[in-house]
DNA sequence: CGGTCTGTTGAAGGATTTCAACACTCGTGG
DNA sequence: CCACGAGTGTTGAAATCCTTCAACAGACCG
């Protein structure tokens, strides 16, 4: 096998369909709130969200704004990262389709505490706070729905805070991988490739690491045989030896 | 003043007023999502909960067993620890009165991800999950108030994921220390005394430090004049000196 | 094909852990 | 009431993990 570094990763755009009302109603259909709506629901639901697009790289909103809006990802990928006062980055979670973002919490400051940035050309869908609250009045499975994913992610945030406290850089970036594995992970002949864009420093700000130290740890991996990687791309190769790690 | 070091917490329990239906309602009113309920309504819902007694010390349930239940705290402190697998453990919370805690995702697994402590003597109201759920049908305010309570929570997890990515272990200290103080803080001639008890290993799990990093560094805030402390308690005389230090 | 951004790697320095010994506090039982 | 013992806190010294700084190499864009 040749040592190619040269990206793998699927650029295609997103001109082609210019995000359709169908796909739009199938993606919001497939957001984990909106599980379990008619069709006719569905239809009344979307009417209350306006579409937009980004191309990747641009901003969605910044870390500080006056944040109203809860935002839904339909097509593209996105990242969240929290900024800090010395300028070092923690990048808190990479977005799929059907996954939401935004400002849940109407309570006490109305800003938003992290900036969202397209990874790829992405298509969103954008709600005033206020009126998904009334939404939430007169579908109460959704309420239900919203509050049981909260919780999921405050578990989630919460084994991140374990990680951070009790294992080694290497053992987190190998949690990190397979994660990243579970949620974006396409076959292809380098293994499982991560189909989004994802840098060193990436990996870092989700690790809690510099970026030489994930640079370190990610040619280990790959001289071990766990991983293939190059500038802004990786695959897995060996995803349950990286289990074992991550698990230890 | 004479360097005292006995300690100077307020232990007395709570024989006296064994958790009357008065007082179990009044918390029940103060807990932020029942916040809003008329009397007659809070009448109504605290019916629906039951009240048990832990002594200080007891655990009121275990990381990983079956989690049915919903608690929240009446009288008293309690402490929420995950354990790892390497016998290390990350103190995830203190709670105060009127604070839930046990499980809301009744989705995906349902045991406890974190084993919950009485710090104190403490008396808890229980609910099971699928009533408190049909009481969120009932109640949309509370419904509400729950989710906003959720997702407060998961702000400040990823701030503290944030701190632990970002900040050296004396500044997470001074912030978690200016946290514990505005939580519970009481008047004292050593100055704000924290009214739980809490040992540097305490200290330590919250800051995903070693108990003797977490000592030199109280040792070293004692010092600075900025704490005092002894064995298992701890004052904070100078606030405003540990915020700048945490902001930092 | 050059420039820029990203990734790699070495070496030195720093922060924190680990191990270990000792001191202090508090509850318990003599 | 005192003394002991267990649990908790303190501190030193060595070792370790990780960061920082820096130089260079590779990949992608125009």
Redesign the pocket.
């Known amino acids: 096998m040749v040592n190619r570094?040269?990206?793998p990763l699927d650029n295609s755009g997103l001109e082609e369909h210019h995000c359709t009302l169908d796909l739009r109603k199938q993606k919001l259909g497939m957001a984990p709130f909106f599980r379990g709506l008619s069709v006719d629901e569905l239809t009344t639901v979307e009417k209350k969200f306006s579409a937009a697009h980004f191309t990747a790289g641009d901003i969605i909103y910044y870390q500080g704004e006056h944040a109203a809006m809860l935002r839904v990802v339909v097509h593209g990928a996105v990242k969240l990262v929290r900024h800090t006062s010395e300028g070092k980055d923690v990048l808190l979670d990479m977005l799929q389709p059907g996954e939401y973002f935004g400002n849940l919490s109407a309570s006490g400051n109305d800003s938003y505490s992290e900036t969202a940035q397209a990874l790829t050309d992405v298509c969103i869908l954008s709600i005033r706070m206020s009126n998904f609250r009334l939404l939430l009045d007169d579908y109460s499975g959704v309420a239900q729905s919203v509050l049981n994913i909260t919780a999921d992610r405050l578990q989630t945030s919460q084994r991140q805070i374990q990680h951070l406290s009790t294992l080694?850089?290497?053992n987190r970036m190998a949690h990190i991988l397979v994660m990243l594995c579970d949620k974006f992970g396409e076959d292809n002949k380098h293994g499982k490739l991560l189909q989004l864009p994802l840098?060193?420093?990436d990996l870092a700000d989700m690790a809690?690491?510099?970026?030489?130290?994930a640079?370190?740890i990610?040619?280990q991996f790959?001289g071990e045989g766990l991983i293939t990687?190059?500038?802004?791309w990786v695959a897995i190769n060996d995803s349950d030896g990286l289990k074992e790690l991550a698990e230890e």
């Open positions: 570094k040269t990206t080694p850089v290497k840098s060193r420093k809690g690491t510099s970026t030489a130290t640079s370190r990610m040619s790959q990687s190059g500038r802004q």
